[in-house]
């Protein structure tokens, strides 16, 4: 009999995915502009460092909030103890007009129907807990976050079951991908509890449009499940078409108050938006009593410290601040995201079109020697390890077609992006691609035109042991 839990010795997390595999090579050998200019940049990390500046600014004009202190006074001794998992009211509050305000003001938040979590993967785990039983299941479009096979299955043993979505239209979710992944789930006896979409999706960089919302409202109305819409990069929508909230579209069709709003849940946090993933801010918002309820008594198990709230619900609640943090930071992020895709269309790499997003999504299916996975992985290798930049594969993500990679840009000085595509030009521009045959050229050229198919479905890939992989 083995001394530890099941749970402790399994193999389902998903560490061993080539996600988190690149960024244990990142930490061993960080590129730093000064001190090790030979390293690895970080391009596989979505986070946003490109308006600390705005934040700080507001630190400094108002010390009562960073100081924890009320009119002058120190509160410190109040907020050091005991407060219950609801959260603080005026954090509450706060965080419901700031997430209405990133939705144009078309929808609003309860501030009763909000549940605080220490970010958003406490926030999806939770959820699973509230909607799924062991071995029940969730519908996921691909590609989608990595992370998710480890937050929304390791502890809950929810299963994911992929909706095939293609670069034929973009990705996007249609009819008949919603309907092939619930019939893929029947034959694998698993029950479908419900969809979860990210919108913006991570790693596409796109917005979900009002067609494929009204696609899945009717689909988990037909099917009499749920839908989880994690929005947390709603307020880095920085070019047409503008963010659409599940919520707004739920307004829209008149749905307020009926069996198919209460079946619908926003996942939310401040990682991306502010730039905070440090913070642990994140929220549940769900029409449901019941979900909230339970929710809100999970959530005793990481919550959000009142230092924290009491600090953030002063910087949300000043409309000012929000208003012109939100107008700029979106600024900020289009232009970032100019510089990469025009870097990469100039050694000859795309990316799908975005409006999104801390990330782009990158085509190089014409760099792979063959139109497998296993040519995208040495492909991948020889970026991290040769050109000494961390990127995430698109297999990772669970894309269906080889050669796709996801590529952040926000979380590094502009300097620093400048010296990954001066990298990764040398790396396209090299002896490695001059060698290649004219015929193979054309003819790798010729499949960024095909559409993959037959594709392997591959279910809980991590989860399987060696042999059956």
């Given at each position: 009999m083995g001394i530890l839990s099941k749970k402790a010795t399994c193999n389902t997390h998903g560490q061993d995915s080539s996600y988190f595999l690149g960024w244990e090579e990142y930490e061993k050998n960080p590129y730093d502009e000064i001190k090790n200019q030979d390293g690895i940049i970080q391009m596989g990390l979505a986070e946003n460092q490109l308006s600390f500046d705005l934040i700080e600014s507001w630190l400094a004009k108002n010390p009562d909030a960073a100081n924890f202190q009320r009119e002058g006074r120190s509160i410190f001794r109040e907020l050091a103890l005991f407060q219950d998992y609801h959260g603080l009211p005026s954090f509450k509050n706060a965080m419901a007009d700031f997430m209405s305000e990133n939705r144009g003001n078309r929808v609003s938040f309860d501030p009763n129907k909000l549940v605080l979590t220490a970010g958003a993967t406490p926030a999806n785990e939770t959820l699973m807990f509230c909607l799924a039983d062991r071995g029940d299941a969730f519908l996921l479009p691909t590609p989608y976050y990595p992370g998710f096979d480890r937050d929304l299955k390791w502890r809950t043993e929810a299963e994911i079951v992929p909706i095939q979505c293609t670069s034929?239209?973009?990705?996007?979710?249609?009819?008949?991908?919603?309907?092939?992944?619930?019939?893929?789930?029947?034959?694998?006896?698993?029950?479908?509890?419900?969809?979860?979409?990210?919108?913006?999706?991570?790693?596409?960089?796109?917005?979900?449009?009002?067609?494929?919302?009204?696609?899945?409202?009717?689909?988990?109305?037909?099917?009499?499940?749920?839908?989880?819409?994690?929005?947390?990069?709603?307020?880095?929508?920085?070019?047409?078409?503008?963010?659409?909230?599940?919520?707004?579209?739920?307004?829209?069709?008149?749905?307020?108050?009926?069996?198919?709003?209460?079946?619908?849940?926003?996942?939310?946090?401040?990682?991306?938006?502010?730039?905070?993933?440090?913070?642990?801010?994140g929220v549940i918002y769900s029409n449901d009593d019941i979900v909230v309820s339970a929710a809100t008594k999970m959530s005793s198990f990481g919550l959000i410290s009142s230092q924290t709230q009491y600090l953030l619900s002063a910087l949300l609640s000043d409309k000012n601040f929000t208003k012109n943090y939100l107008e700029e930071n979106q600024i900020r992020l289009k232009n970032r995201h100019k510089k990469l895709v025009s870097g990469l269309e100039a050694v000859g790499i795309d990316c799908l079109k975005s409006n999104a997003g801390l990330f782009c999504w990158v085509d190089m299916r014409h760099l792979l020697k063959s139109n497998t996975f296993e040519a995208e992985i040495e492909l991948w290798k020889k970026i991290v390890y040769e050109v000494k930049l961390n990127i995430s594969p698109g297999s990772s993500c669970h894309c269906n077609e080889p050669g796709w990679f996801r590529v952040c840009f926000a979380n590094m000085s502009e300097d620093t992006l400048k010296v990954a595509l001066d990298r990764l030009k040398e790396f396209v521009d090299g002896p490695s691609s001059t060698t290649r045959s004219q015929s193979e050229h054309l003819r790798l050229k010729n499949l960024r035109k095909m559409k993959v198919s037959n594709w392997v479905f591959r279910l809980s890939f991590h989860d399987r042991e060696p042999e059956q992989r």
């Open positions: 034929a239209n973009g990705f996007r979710i249609t009819k008949s991908a919603l309907e092939e992944a619930y019939e893929q789930a029947q034959k694998l006896n698993l029950k479908v509890k419900g969809v979860l979409i990210t919108n913006p999706s991570n790693p596409l960089g796109t917005t979900t449009t009002r067609t494929e919302l009204n696609h899945l409202l009717d689909f988990i109305s037909r099917k009499k499940i749920h839908l989880i819409s994690d929005e947390i990069y709603s307020g880095t929508v920085f070019a047409s078409p503008g963010f659409i909230s599940v919520m707004e579209v739920l307004k829209d069709r008149k749905l307020e108050n009926t069996d198919v709003f209460n079946r619908v849940h926003i996942v939310y946090s401040l990682s991306k938006d502010l730039g905070l993933p440090g913070f642990r801010v």
